[in-house]
C-alpha cells in the first residue's frame, strides 16, 4: 500500500513552489523569471508522480478508509492536470510576462492545479470540499487580477470604435469605469462560485447525515449494506428522501462548477469581459475539476439513488447540450462563442455519468473496432482529455492572435486569417472540427464512444417483458446527434471566416510564438490520438 505522504509529493512540490513564488515575488522585480520557475516545479511534479504506482484498494484497505487514494483513474487525471498546466504556462509568457502581477498569478495557477490534483485523488468528502475550493478561489482571484490596466484601456478602446461606429457618444472614458466593467463580472462569479460550494456543502452535510461517515468509501459500504439485497438478482431498493434531497443539491452545486444548464448564469459574462487565457482557464481547469469531483462523488453515492441520477442527468445532460449548440449558432463574439461551445461539450461529459451510475441491465454490443468497448465512466473520461485538448488549443491560437491592445472580438476579426497566419488557421480548423466530432480525429472517436455507451443501456420493456434499448436514453443519443450537428454548423462558420472570406488589415499578432508553438504540439497531438484512440482510452480504465 502506498504511503500517503508518497502520494501527497507532487502535490506538495506545487504548493512549495507556490510560497517561493509569493514571498520571493514581493522582493524581486524581474517578471521573467516565474514562468520558468512554474514549469520547472510541474517538471519536478510530474516526476514524483512517475515515480508512484496505483493501486487497487481491497477489501481490507478499503475498511481502513484512507483519506486519499492512488487508483489508475487519479494517476491518469494528475498526468492530464500536469500536461495542460504546460501548455497555460507557456501561453501565459506572453500575456502575463509584463504584468505586475506576475508573480501572483502565476502562484494562482499552480494553486489550480494542487486542487485539481487533491480532487484526483480524494477519498473523503472534506477533502473533495477543500480541493474543489482550493479550485474555485484561486480561479476568482485569477479573474480579479485580469484587470489589469493594459486590458481595461483596450476594453475602452473598442468600446469608443463601436460607439462612434453607431454614431453615439461612449460615457466609459476613465479607467475606473473600465475597472468597474472587469471587477463586477469577476465579483459576480465569486459570489456564484461561493453560493455553489454552500449548496454543495449542504449535500456533503445530508449525506454524512445519511451514511454517518464523510469517506467516500465508507459511505459507498453503508449504501450498498443498507438498500442493495444480497441476491443479485433482485432490484436494488430505492433510497431515503434525504439521500435524494442530497443529490440533487451536489448536482446544482456542481452544476455551476461545469456550467450545466440552468445553473451557467454568471459564467457567460466572465468569459466575455476577460482575456482568453482565463476563458482557457475557466472552460479547461476550472471545468474539469469540477467534473471529476462530481464523478467521484457520485460514484460512491449512487447505491439506492441510481434512478435519480440517472434521471437528473438526462435531463440536465440534454438541456445543457441543445442550449449550449442553439446559443453557439446566434453569437457573434468569440469569447462568448467559445463558452458556449463549452457549454455545449459539457451535456457529452454527463451522458457517460447517465450511463455509468445506472443500475439497469447493460449488455455488450456485438459490433467491436479491436477493442472492448468502453463503459460510460471511460467514455466521459476519454471525452474529458479530448475536449480539453481542443479547447487548450484553440485558446491558444486566441492568444497568440491577441493584439497589444485588444484581443479578437467578433468573428469577422477572424476574416482571410489563412492568408496572414496559415498555422494558426489549420490548427484552429483542426480543433474545431475535432470539437464537431468529424472522423477521424479524437473528437469522433470520444462522442461515438458516449453515443455507444448511450445506446448500451438496456431496460426490460413492462408490456413484452423483453430486453430492450432504455427509452431515456436512445432519446438522448437522438438530442447528441443533433447537438453535433448544430455544433459542425458552428464551426463551419467559423472555418468559413477563415478561410473563405476576404482578409482586413490585422496589425501583427502580440500573443508570443510559445503560444503558437502550444496550438501546434496540441495539433500534433491531436493527429496522434485520431491514429491510435485506444492507446489513450486505455489510461481511463
Not at 512540490?13 to 522582493?27: D, Q, S, W
Not at 502581477?101 to 468528502?125: H, P, Y
Request: glycine letters at 8%; one cysteine or more; aromatic letters at 10%.
Amino acid at each position: 500500500m502506498l504511503e500517503e505522504s508518497t502520494i501527497l509529493l507532487p502535490h506538495a512540490t506545487l504548493m512549495a513552489a507556490v510560497f517561493l513564488i509569493l514571498v520571493l515575488g514581493r522582493f524581486f522585480d524581474s517578471k521573467a523569471i516565474w514562468g520558468p520557475t512554474c514549469l520547472i516545479a510541474i517538471l519536478i511534479s510530474g516526476a514524483f508522480l512517475a515515480s508512484t504506482e496505483w493501486v487497487e484498494l481491497m477489501p481490507h484497505q478499503a475498511a481502513m478508509q484512507l483519506p486519499i487514494i492512488q487508483d489508475r483513474l487519479a494517476i491518469s487525471f494528475q498526468w492530464m492536470c500536469l500536461v495542460l498546466g504546460l501548455a497555460f504556462v507557456l501561453m501565459s509568457f506572453g500575456e502575463n510576462g509584463q504584468s505586475n502581477t506576475t508573480s501572483e498569478r502565476f502562484a494562482l495557477l499552480l494553486l489550480i492545479l494542487v486542487g485539481m490534483m487533491l480532487v484526483a485523488i480524494a477519498n473523503d468528502l472534506i477533502v473533495v470540499y477543500l480541493a474543489v475550493e482550493l479550485v474555485g478561489l484561486s480561479m476568482s482571484a485569477l479573474l480579479l487580477l485580469a484587470s489589469s490596466r493594459r486590458e481595461i484601456e483596450g476594453h475602452l478602446m473598442e468600446q469608443n470604435q463601436l460607439s462612434s461606429q453607431a454614431g453615439t457618444v461612449c460615457q466609459v472614458n476613465s479607467v475606473t469605469d473600465g475597472w468597474n466593467v472587469y471587477d463586477q463580472s469577476a465579483t459576480n462569479f465569486f459570489m456564484l462560485n461561493v453560493l455553489a460550494s454552500a449548496v454543495i456543502l449542504y449535500g456533503f452535510c445530508f449525506l454524512y447525515g445519511l451514511a454517518g461517515t464523510t469517506n467516500l468509501t465508507g459511505i459507498r459500504n453503508v449504501l450498498v449494506a443498507s438498500y442493495q439485497p444480497s441476491e443479485l438478482i433482485l432490484p436494488i431498493d430505492a433510497g431515503s428522501r434525504l439521500g435524494f434531497v442530497s443529490l440533487v443539491l451536489v448536482f446544482a452545486g456542481f452544476g455551476f462548477k461545469i456550467s450545466l444548464v440552468p445553473f451557467q448564469f454568471g459564467t457567460l459574462d466572465v468569459y466575455e469581459e476577460t482575456s482568453a487565457w482565463h476563458c482557457g482557464l475557466l472552460g479547461v481547469l476550472f471545468k474539469g475539476a469540477g467534473f471529476f469531483a462530481l464523478a467521484r462523488v457520485l460514484a460512491n453515492t449512487t447505491a439506492g439513488f441510481s434512478e435519480t441520477v440517472q434521471l437528473l442527468a438526462l435531463i440536465l445532460a440534454g438541456t445543457t447540450m441543445i442550449f449550449g449548440s442553439v446559443m453557439a449558432l446566434l453569437e457573434s463574439r468569440v469569447r462568448r462563442l467559445l463558452a458556449y461551445l463549452t457549454i455545449s461539450q459539457t451535456g457529452f461529459l454527463l451522458i457517460g455519468l447517465a450511463v455509468a451510475f445506472s443500475n439497469l441491465e447493460r449488455l455488450q454490443p456485438k459490433v467491436q473496432f479491436g477493442w472492448k468497448l468502453p463503459g460510460g465512466e471511460q467514455a466521459a473520461m476519454f471525452f474529458l482529455s479530448t475536449y480539453s485538448l481542443a479547447v487548450t488549443g484553440l485558446v491558444a491560437v486566441l492568444v497568440y492572435l491577441a493584439r497589444r491592445d485588444r484581443e479578437v472580438e467578433f468573428v469577422e476579426g477572424l476574416a482571410g486569417l489563412k492568408r496572414s497566419e496559415p498555422v494558426a488557421t489549420g490548427c484552429a480548423v483542426l480543433f474545431l472540427l475535432s470539437l464537431s466530432g468529424v472522423p477521424p480525429l479524437p473528437g469522433f472517436w470520444s462522442h461515438l464512444f458516449v453515443l455507444l455507451s448511450c445506446l448500451n443501456v438496456y431496460a426490460k420493456s413492462s408490456i413484452t417483458k423483453v430486453v430492450v434499448p432504455h427509452l431515456g436514453f436512445v432519446v438522448l443519443a437522438l438530442l447528441a446527434v443533433l447537438n453535433l450537428v448544430l455544433t459542425a454548423t458552428v464551426a463551419l462558420r467559423l472555418i468559413k471566416a477563415m478561410v473563405l472570406d476576404d482578409p482586413i488589415a490585422r496589425p501583427q499578432p502580440a500573443g508570443g510564438r510559445v503560444a503558437l508553438a502550444v496550438a501546434v504540439v496540441a495539433a500534433l497531438l491531436t493527429a496522434g490520438i485520431a491514429a491510435s484512440p485506444s492507446s489513450v482510452l486505455d489510461l481511463w480504465k
